[in-house]
């Protein structure tokens, strides 16, 4: 315990309080929380909890200043030293003039009770006691009704933007290197002075300085501390690495004992919850996120493994309204690939809302549309609400209910001539559809159009719940040919591309991609790669196209695969190497399996008794070898007209199956 008229004359110690005094910024609210108790009108006792590095220690040395400047005699109590027994905190029990101030208290936290139930009641009214620590009080203070205006929980957060930049200049961090250092320890105090201590010293980093190893693992043994097993420390990762933790997601990336594991995150004064689960403090996350990056990266990547795949089970499967929620959760996976900020789920949760359009809304679509993009695309927006209403999405301010944003995502599998020229756009799309591979039996193609009043535009939280939409829309869509999706901001790194020819920055691009050519799965496999691999993938190692082909270039190419079957050379060729069909047999070679696939497809004609006669033609044809078609009518005994027509009518047996395992995957046809 130390007082605050301890004799401070040192040159020594004067120097250590000028260089507190000059590094301590922000905090506005808490002091006046506290002047406010100093000085007699507010409560008796303060809270303050955060997790480590917050800077809850300055703000208690900032307190005891406070207090000595008005007089108060000032109490110290470090739960690191010793039990803040009533003898140690004898002076707040004999003067109504003394300030308590109890640091570190999660160390003696089963001290607590006694605390509330014992010692606090006999301060005398007007004496101050502040507790600091990394857990939030017990509810049991809140649930008292005698401590409703005796008690002031401050929980303590990161600092405001402008308090770190403050923080940074009393550090003499140049301003090149600012920058990296905000984007690796945000407002978090103790990050901001022990990276600004070594990036000022590492002076030539610039705006690459990145936290060393050593950095790091200082910032977790201060932040984190021992964990309990190795199992307490994967099923931390998970929650870092994830967006948010749920049980069911930490079961399906540590199957043992997640329920437990669970119950311990969520009490860790580090770790927060919301409606959709856990987070770990951002500081935190990236420690640990870098840690094991550099320490396993295997055990990195099959962390990241798991949890991508429960991750996207739950993008197709979950309800309609959680969609946004579920891609949110799956794209925050792939931060730092070449994906822009906003994608990582960094707004306020529920600011925002989503809506189906009922047709009282229609009213409201013309005027935001009018205001957002003129009298023109109002027009477009009308015309669509009309013929399909249910492609319509209204974004509402939660807090006010003032709607902001439209969607539509309109599925056009044809066109007719009023729709082709009732809106620019969607006869753009079209045109590019026709030029390129034309839509196929049964595919369609899908245009996102949306209409953003201009204050919400570019990188706000409404367009990301439209982006996660439309990325839903993009993954859960059955034959989904090609989407056109109307954007401000750029998303190449998607692997869209943009097919618009903008007259101005202010103007939309539409951005295209062939899920064909391209399917989720694949799409989503790239994505992975670029994160667990980093960087150095780069844009060109994106996943090769699929071909596609019309029915008949499909049909030519079966006929042409069934004479080389014995060739694998001649099969490594084929354009069917590179279809949908082979590309869902994983494990093979491509010319291996297409062999496998049509000697599959010859021998499923045999399980019908109607094509008995066909399995007998092909198998002789194909895949007994005999060398001319004479030869193979004589070995089944048949009349060589009667060959022939059991040959082509076979053949086009399994080009028909095949061409439908193509189009619909690979169950087999009706």
């Known amino acids: 315990m130390s007082s605050g008229s301890d004799n401070q004359s040192g040159s020594l110690g004067r120097r250590l309080q000028a260089a507190r005094e000059t590094a301590f910024v922000g905090r506005e609210e808490e002091l006046a929380v506290f002047n406010a108790a100093l000085y007699g ?122 308090d770190a930049q403050a923080l940074m200049d009393a550090s003499g961090v140049p301003a090149e290197l600012r920058e990296p250092l905000l984007a690796f320890a945000g407002g978090h105090p103790l990050a901001l002075l022990l990276g600004a201590a070594v990036a000022v010293k590492d002076g030539g980093a610039g705006r690459r300085w990145t936290p060393s190893q050593d950095v790091v693992a200082t910032l977790l043994d201060q932040l984190v501390g021992e964990l309990p097993s190795a199992a307490h420390r994967h099923a931390l990762e998970i929650c870092a ?88 959760a799956l794209l925050y996976l792939h931060r730092g690939n070449e994906a822009p900020a906003e994608v990582h789920g960094r707004h306020d949760e529920g600011e925002f809302r989503e809506e189906a359009v009922r047709e009282e809304d229609v009213g409201t679509l013309l005027r935001v549309a009018t205001a957002a993009e003129g009298a023109g695309s109002a027009g477009c927006a009308a015309f669509w609400a009309e013929r399909q209403p249910e492609a319509f999405r209204l974004y509402r301010r939660t807090e006010t209910g003032e709607p902001v944003a439209f969607s539509a995502w309109l599925r056009l599998a044809e066109l007719d001539e009023e729709e082709l020229t009732a809106d620019p756009v969607v006869a753009m799309a079209w045109a590019h559809a026709r030029a390129t591979t034309p839509l196929r039996v049964s595919e369609h193609l899908a245009v996102s159009r949306l209409w953003v009043l201009p204050p919400y535009r570019g990188n706000s939280p409404v367009m990301d719940l439209i982006q996660w939409r439309v990325i839903g829309n993009c993954l859960r869509a059955e034959r989904l040919a090609w989407s056109y999706i109307e954007a401000r901001h750029r998303v190449e790194h998607y692997g869209m591309r943009d097919i618009s020819e903008r007259p101005g920055d202010d103007a939309y691009a539409l951005f295209v991609h062939d899920w064909r050519a391209v399917p989720a799965r694949a799409w989503l496999e790239r994505m992975n790669r670029l994160r667990v691999a980093g960087p150095a993938v780069g844009p060109g190692a994106a996943t090769a196209k699929l071909a596609v082909l019309s029915q008949a270039e499909f049909a030519e190419a079966v006929r042409k695969a069934l004479r080389q079957l014995s060739r694998l050379d001649a099969l490594a060729a084929s354009p069917l190497t590179r279809t949908r069909l082979i590309a869902e047999r994983a494990g093979q070679s491509p010319a291996t399996a297409l062999g496998d696939l049509l000697r599959q497809a010859i021998d499923d004609l045999g399980e019908d008794p109607r094509s008995v006669k066909f399995h007998r033609v092909l198998s002789v044809t194909f895949l007994r070898g005999a060398p001319t078609q004479e030869l193979a009518a004589e070995r089944l005994g048949l009349p060589f007209t009667t060959y022939r027509r059991h040959l082509t009518a076979g053949i086009e047996r399994v080009c028909a199956d095949l061409w439908h395992r193509e189009l619909y995957g690979s169950a087999p046809p009706p």
């Open 241 to 328: 690495h994830a967006y948010r933790t749920t049980e069911d997601l930490l079961r399906a990336a540590l199957p043992e004992d997640a329920g437990t594991l669970f119950r311990w995150l969520r009490r860790l004064p580090f770790v927060e919850s919301s409606s959709r689960g856990l987070f770990p403090h951002d500081v935190v996350r990236e420690l640990l996120e870098a840690d094991l990056r550099w320490r396993d990266p295997e055990g990195y990547a099959v962390m990241h493994g798991r949890i991508h795949a429960q991750l996207a089970d739950r993008v197709r499967t979950a309800g309609d309204v959680d969609v946004p929620g579920a891609v949110a």
């Open 41 to 162: 009108g507010g409560c008796s006792v303060l809270y303050v909890h955060g997790p480590g590095g917050i800077g809850k220690s300055a703000l208690l040395r900032r307190f005891a200043h406070e207090a000595a400047v008005a007089g108060r005699p000032v109490s110290m109590v470090d739960g690191r030293m010793l039990e803040p027994a009533a003898a140690e905190a004898e002076p707040v029990l004999r003067d109504a003039d003394a300030v308590l101030l109890v640091d570190d208290f999660e160390r003696v936290q089963g001290l607590e009770g006694w605390l509330r139930e014992r010692f606090l009641p006999r301060v005398p009214e007007g004496a101050l006691v502040v507790i600091a620590g990394r857990n939030p009080p017990d509810m049991r203070w809140q649930a008292d009704p005698g401590w409703a205006g005796a008690l002031a929980v401050l929980p303590l957060h990161d600092l405001r933007a402008a």
